[in-house]
T-cell receptor, first 108, second 113 residues
């Protein structure tokens, strides 16, 4: 089974500072990777798919197969970015495997 | 377009009681899923249904049963609730074989006392 690792439970940054949320995956093939965001007590929302290489709300994520990483980045954090962020990998059988999540706290 | 709808939003059960969590989607998705969310553990798959008429166990199926009633509805049943089942439960759906990720419901916050 695949594993997704998010090493930081909590990341606290000041408004305007750069943000990097780390994600490592275990799949040896060509993974399908996602970032989801969950604002306080709300449903999970899809933030990014690696396959689309898009930028949403200023966030980007690059797949690094050599390091098996898919870190989420934003150059300038905003207070409204405060949320729980989950990295996920699509497993065979169309099942998403999630990391434990990282709480991002943006301080003013 | 409601997306994925879950009921109830909150529930408190006594140990040993049973209940069914309901989930319905109106996006004509083939696949549906039930996850539980626990602090420090992320989301863990309980059961899933790749298509109407099929269901399979996920990572943590013990203590749960599911029914894929039709293409729209996928229910999760706790036959005899235990305190360890206190969690937030999320239903999700997606197009089978797609790379679009899942659409999630708003969750059911369940407390077993």
């Amino acid at each position: 089974a695949q594993r997704v690792t998010q090493p930081e439970k909590l990341l606290s940054v000041f408004k305007g500072a750069p943000v990097e949320l780390k994600c490592n995956y275990s799949y040896s093939g060509s993974p399908e990777l996602f970032w989801y965001v969950q604002y306080s007590r709300q449903r999970l929302q899809l933030l990014l798919r690696h396959i689309s290489r898009e930028s949403i709300k200023g966030f980007t994520a690059d797949l690094n197969k050599g390091e098996t990483s898919f870190h989420l980045k934003k150059p300038f954090a905003q207070e409204e970015d405060s949320a729980m962020y989950y990295c996920a990998s699509m497993e065979y059988g169309n099942k998403l495997v999630f990391g434990a999540g990282t709480i991002l706290r943006v301080k003013s | 377009n409601a997306g994925v709808t879950q009921t109830p939003k909150f529930q408190v059960l006594k140990t040993g009681q049973s209940m069914t969590l309901q989930c319905a989607q109106d996006m004509n998705h083939n696949s549906m899923y039930w996850y539980r969310q626990d602090p420090g553990m992320g989301l863990r798959l309980i059961y899933y249904s790749a298509s109407e008429g099929t269901t399979d166990k996920g990572e943590v199926p013990n203590g749960y049963n599911v029914s894929r009633l039709n293409k729209r509805e996928f229910s999760l049943r706790l036959e005899s609730a235990a305190p360890s089942q206190t969690s937030v439960y999320f239903c999700a759906s997606n197009v089978q074989g797609g790379s679009y990720g899942y659409t999630f419901g708003s969750g059911t916050r369940l407390t077993v006392v």
